[in-house]
């Protein structure tokens, strides 16, 4: 993705393209990883249209859903939700972190994450993340074919979970970091077949 696609007029303009971008299920690496974890405080990062969110919510997970499109946001809104588990947020966070420490999880699923040479934006999420707490990290595999070309995608220009597992420091234990085939149908217009996961514990 370029630089443009970063912003809310290209997040905005993509969710107004189309009644509905996503299936309304929730990804299914979240669904694997979280459905064994004691619920506690969620941060569901690029949370889009909600269905991850409201599957957190409705298994007892305080859920705090951010995104940089307002219109995703109103439409996520408008499906049920469990009362006073789930809050949306409208938010840029690689401009303004998260709290540390506020999370028992923090999902990151298919995020467009940039590197940055401080890493400045990734470490404010890890700290986001409780002690005791996880990290969750999903991508499309890019080993295969993909439909981004045409959108001047270079993966080197953003994080895969190998970059992340290489910069945890002795506070983190990597519990997976693997790739794995997808347990739904690639996104709409693409064909990703897998993808890539990493799972991390905050020790301390």
Request: hydrophobic fraction near 40%; aromatic fraction near 6%.
């Amino acid at each position: 993705m370029t630089a443009e696609s970063t912003t809310a007029e290209f997040w905005d303009g993509m969710y107004r393209s189309r009644d509905q971008v996503f299936s309304g299920a929730p990804n299914g690496v979240l669904v694997a990883e979280a459905t064994g974890l004691p619920p506690g405080r969620a941060l569901d990062v690029g949370c889009g249209e909600g269905a991850d969110a409201r599957w957190l919510a409705r298994r007892g997970w305080r859920v705090t859903a951010v995104d940089i499109s307002a219109t995703a946001l109103r439409r996520a809104a408008v499906a049920e939700a469990p009362d006073g588990r789930l809050s949306w947020a409208r938010a840029d966070l690689t401009a303004a972190p998260p709290p540390p420490g506020a999370y028992d999880l923090v999902s990151v699923q298919y995020f467009p994450l940039r590197r940055r040479p401080d890493h400045a934006v990734l470490r404010g999420l890890l700290e986001a993340v409780a002690p005791g707490g996880t990290l969750l990290f999903a991508t499309h595999d890019l080993a295969g074919p993909t439909a981004c070309p045409e959108r001047g995608f270079d993966p080197g220009d953003h994080y895969r979970p190998d970059d992340i597992a290489g910069l945890l420091g002795e506070d983190w234990t990597v519990l997976v970091n693997a790739t794995r085939p997808r347990t739904g149908p690639p996104p709409a217009g693409t064909r990703h077949t897998h993808d890539t996961v990493l799972r991390a514990l905050r020790t301390r």
